[in-house]
């Protein structure tokens, strides 16, 4: 499955839903330049899983928790992490193997740990001030490593 969205900051929750529908792992990569939206987007997506508390980026304290309708949410920023070893000293393995979702900023960062099976999603500026999201469907014993 790949899907390309354009949208504005207005249509957040609308596109929320879309990814939730089209989405067949629990664990999302969100790549994208500093200030297309990552967060932001995420945030939406929690609110549309029934989370009240505000997503923000987890930037300082690596990784954030959201309790949402009957699950969890861990959003990882691993803008400042030297290298995959940091995440695995922290635990990522466990995070994926909890059953609950994983959202994953900057994922270039630990890409040698991820899951078999990864939703991607690749945000980037469109000239008409909107992004542009592309969504797919990825797994690694198809021979894929990285977006």
């Known amino acids: 499955m790949a899907k390309e969205i354009h949208f504005n900051l207005e249509e957040l929750s609308e596109v929320a839903q879309t990814i939730l529908k089209n989405v067949q792992s629990k664990t999302l990569l969100f790549y994208g330049e500093m200030g ?7 945030s939406a997506i929690v609110k549309a899983m029934g989370g009240t508390d505000a997503a923000s980026s987890p930037t300082f304290s690596i990784v954030n928790e959201y309790k949402v309708t ?8 691993f803008y400042r ?17 909890s059953g609950s979702w994983n959202f994953i900023e900057w994922p270039e960062k630990i890409v040698n740990l991820f899951p078999e099976n990864v939703t991607v999603l690749e945000l980037s500026l469109a000239e008409d001030g909107g992004r542009t999201l592309k969504l797919s469907e990825k797994k690694l014993s198809e021979g894929w490593s990285k977006k």
């Open 36 to 42: 297309t939206g990552k967060t932001t987007l995420i």
């Open 70 to 77: 009957e699950d969890t949410v861990y959003h990882f920023d």
């Open 81 to 97: 992490l030297k290298n995959q070893y940091e995440a695995l000293d922290m635990g990522i393995e466990d995070y994926f193997c």
